[in-house]
């Protein structure tokens, strides 16, 4: 039996239609129906009524349809675990590198660019992670680095006798709204108790929201916003502030271009913004070769 085989019958259960599956599937409707002839005479069980339009599933093709989902779902399963320990065990020239979320789609992508360049024997393997994953697979030693966001009131809870850092940079976490025609922004901090703010959120939990949350407790003001959405990532949060949805703090790397081109605009003053330190964590005890390399390079041009 083929995996294709299994695809090609659950895109023609879906479907009902011998000419939609063979599309979908990118064959002629012969090769589609021999596909699923072989099958039938693998399992020697007919799984498909021909003789109605639309076809249907006989009663065994309803139960068998379940059972192929899942075999579908463990040989990817188990491809994708396959690839990943070749990947982490192909030589000593691959690097785990665990990165938040939005230092993924900020800092991360034109210094892995220039590391190709510098180093183009040392491969890495990234994985987008949240504060507190990231952390645990640290300390378990399932990644040989962390990149993530550090600040002072909200500190990673890690020994950094045993897990030391390097800062690669600093930036600023800031209230911003879509701007209007004159760029200002449509929405200004504190806002009005008799109309809040919409408030564009973190999820509570999250790194970026507690720091929000510590912003808003700290301020000498109070504000007036109205939770009107809910998200784990930044890139959520900010597409929901470019649409003109409502108001929300993020990184400034997050939104530099938007904030370049008035499209948006700070909402707030300095006492709604907070300073991020940028760290790299690695675990002191960890015997990499091709970890302490790229460490080395991060600690000379990563902060480029």
């Known amino acids: 039996m083929e995996a294709k085989w299994l695809e090609d019958f659950l895109s023609l259960a879906e479907t009902r239609s011998f000419s939609r599956a063979a599309s979908d599937r ?13 099958l039938e005479t693998w399992l020697d069980a007919k799984l498909i009524d021909r ?3 639309p076809i249907r599933l006989t009663a065994t093709g309803m139960v068998f349809r379940g059972q ?10 188990a491809r994708t675990l396959a690839r990943a320990h070749e990947l982490v065990t192909d030589g000593a020239r691959v690097v785990r590198l665990s990165v938040v979320h939005t230092l993924l789609f900020t800092f991360l992508p034109h210094r892995l660019r220039k590391l190709k360049d510098d180093r183009r024997h040392l491969k890495t393997k990234v994985q987008a992670v949240n504060v507190p994953d990231g952390i645990q697979a640290l300390v378990e030693g399932e990644t040989d680095l962390l990149l993530a966001y550090h600040h002072p009131q909200l500190p990673i809870a890690v020994d950094t006798d045993r897990f030391p850092f390097l800062t690669l940079g600093h930036e600023r976490l800031i209230p911003v709204s879509a701007a209007d025609v004159h760029g200002n922004p449509s929405y200004r901090l504190p806002g009005d108790d008799e109309e809040p703010l919409p408030f564009m959120a973190y999820s509570a939990g999250t790194f970026l929201g507690n720091l929000v949350e510590m912003l808003m407790l700290n301020a000498h003001l109070g504000c007036s916003l109205q939770r ?35 499209s948006v605009a700070v909402a707030g ?19 990499s070769a091709a970890a302490s390399e790229l460490w080395d390079w991060m600690s000379r041009f990563g902060a480029a």
């Open 26 to 38: 990118h064959l002629t409707q012969s090769a589609l129906s021999r596909r699923i002839a072989a």
């Open 51 to 53: 003789t109605v339009s």
């Open 228 to 262: 009107t959405f809910e998200a784990h990532m930044a890139e959520a949060v900010k597409a929901m502030v470019v649409a003109g949805n409502g108001i929300g703090w993020l990184p400034e790397s997050c939104i530099a271009r938007e904030l370049h081109e008035k």
């Open 269 to 287: 003053g300095d006492a709604w913004a907070t300073n991020l330190e940028i760290r790299l964590y690695r675990a002191a005890d960890n015997r």
């Open 68 to 77: 192929a989902a899942e075999i579908l779902r463990g040989i990817y399963a």
